[in-house]
């Protein structure tokens, strides 16, 4: 049983240059839970109940602890989210409507994920929000799906927060024979980890995230993510906050759907037409999606004098 949608793949006119560009999206916000997270969890969790697993743990207050969530009451699993005191009220009720126990413990993620892992016992699973090779292989499935569709992309442009998305595009990629389709891996300029660790050679931890997108916010990017540099055709790009929310308020507009600056991220390039693209004639860009935000929060979040 796929917990998983199919999603549309469309064509986006407001995005494209008829005749020079055209610019497709995987609308993976159409997912259950509103992002791409449970095609990697809902595959992970699957196994892992499989495995004879009785409970599952997560440390997420985002959207793989909503997609964790929904697939624990999907396959009747019970689930236990710990998360930190800073956790939105709207992400607490997002985890209890899914059924979900949360939990709140410690001033940060790491407190709350320490405090996870004490919970589990022998018969419980905890999933990782990125780092684990049965994610990667749940979120190819999104590129079967283009390939299935019959559309080879000249280019892929994607999020990257803990390198989970990507490490499953590139096994995507590779499984359908696409190991000349270029990846563009972007992030915001205080979550840009995965740029830090492509510089650096390794992965490297960021003293502190400073972004608006939050889902964005690993400190460190699996090891795999900087293997799949090296593995396949991976550029790093960096945007601001403010091109990412702008591209949250611009494909609301344009399609109708709104999205978290992690996501906004991506379809910045897009709408900013950054140099990186201009030598591709199709370009897939992966709507991530993210529940986590609301319009009057993107909005909030654009007017403060120290968005960048
Ligand atoms: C988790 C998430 C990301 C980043 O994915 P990683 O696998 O951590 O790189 C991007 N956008 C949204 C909306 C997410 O939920």
């Given at each position: 049983m796929n917990l998983h949608f199919d999603t549309p793949l469309m064509e986006s006119r407001a995005l494209s240059v008829p005749g020079e560009q055209s610019i497709w999206l995987?609308?993976?916000?159409?997912?259950?839970?509103?992002?791409?997270?449970?095609?990697?969890?809902?595959?992970?969790?699957a196994v892992h109940q499989s495995r004879g697993a009785h409970r599952f743990?997560?440390?997420?207050?985002?959207?793989?602890?909503?997609?964790?969530?929904?697939?624990g009451r999907r396959l009747g699993i019970p689930v236990v989210v710990v998360v930190p005191e800073t956790t939105t009220a709207r992400a607490k009720e997002l985890l209890g409507l899914e059924g979900a126990e949360v939990v709140v413990h410690g001033s940060s993620w790491q407190e709350a994920n320490q405090y996870a892992q004490t919970l589990l016992g022998a018969t419980d699973a905890f999933v990782h929000p990125f780092d684990d090779p049965l994610l990667w292989h749940g979120h190819a499935s999104m590129i079967d799906e283009?390939?299935?569709?019959?559309?080879?992309?000249?280019?892929?442009?994607?999020?990257?927060?803990?390198?989970g998305l990507l490490c499953g595009v590139v096994e995507g990629l590779q499984r359908n024979h696409w190991r000349d389709v270029p990846v563009l891996a972007v992030e915001t300029e205080g979550a840009a980890s995965f740029h830090a660790a492509v510089e650096a050679g390794?992965?490297?931890?960021?003293?502190?995230?400073?972004?608006?997108?939050?889902?964005?916010?690993?400190?460190?990017?699996?090891?795999?993510?900087?293997?799949?540099?090296?593995?396949?055709?991976?550029?790093?790009?960096?945007?601001?906050?403010?091109?990412?929310?702008?591209?949250?308020?611009?494909?609301?507009?344009?399609?109708?759907i709104l999205v978290e600056p992690a996501c906004g991220a991506a379809l910045s390039v897009a709408y900013d037409r950054h140099p990186a693209l201009s030598e591709y004639k199709k370009v897939l860009v992966i709507v991530c999606g993210g529940a986590t935000a609301t319009i009057d929060q993107i909005r909030a979040w654009a007017e403060q004098p120290d968005c960048r």
């Amino acid at each position: 049983m796929n917990l998983h949608f199919d999603t549309p793949l469309m064509e986006s006119r407001a995005l494209s240059v008829p005749g020079e560009q055209s610019i497709w999206l995987k609308l993976d916000a159409l997912q259950p839970c509103g992002s791409f997270k449970i095609r990697g969890i809902g595959h992970a969790c699957a196994v892992h109940q499989s495995r004879g697993a009785h409970r599952f743990v997560s440390s997420s207050g985002g959207n793989a602890g909503l997609a964790v969530a929904y697939a624990g009451r999907r396959l009747g699993i019970p689930v236990v989210v710990v998360v930190p005191e800073t956790t939105t009220a709207r992400a607490k009720e997002l985890l209890g409507l899914e059924g979900a126990e949360v939990v709140v413990h410690g001033s940060s993620w790491q407190e709350a994920n320490q405090y996870a892992q004490t919970l589990l016992g022998a018969t419980d699973a905890f999933v990782h929000p990125f780092d684990d090779p049965l994610l990667w292989h749940g979120h190819a499935s999104m590129i079967d799906e283009v390939a299935e569709a019959g559309l080879k992309p000249d280019a892929v442009v994607l999020s990257v927060g803990g390198g989970g998305l990507l490490c499953g595009v590139v096994e995507g990629l590779q499984r359908n024979h696409w190991r000349d389709v270029p990846v563009l891996a972007v992030e915001t300029e205080g979550a840009a980890s995965f740029h830090a660790a492509v510089e650096a050679g390794r992965t490297v931890e960021l003293p502190r995230i400073a972004s608006v997108a939050t889902s964005l916010g690993a400190k460190r990017v699996c090891e795999q993510a900087l293997h799949c540099a090296h593995a396949h055709p991976v550029r790093s790009l960096v945007v601001s906050d403010r091109s990412a929310l702008a591209a949250c308020e611009r494909f609301l507009a344009d399609h109708r759907i709104l999205v978290e600056p992690a996501c906004g991220a991506a379809l910045s390039v897009a709408y900013d037409r950054h140099p990186a693209l201009s030598e591709y004639k199709k370009v897939l860009v992966i709507v991530c999606g993210g529940a986590t935000a609301t319009i009057d929060q993107i909005r909030a979040w654009a007017e403060q004098p120290d968005c960048r």
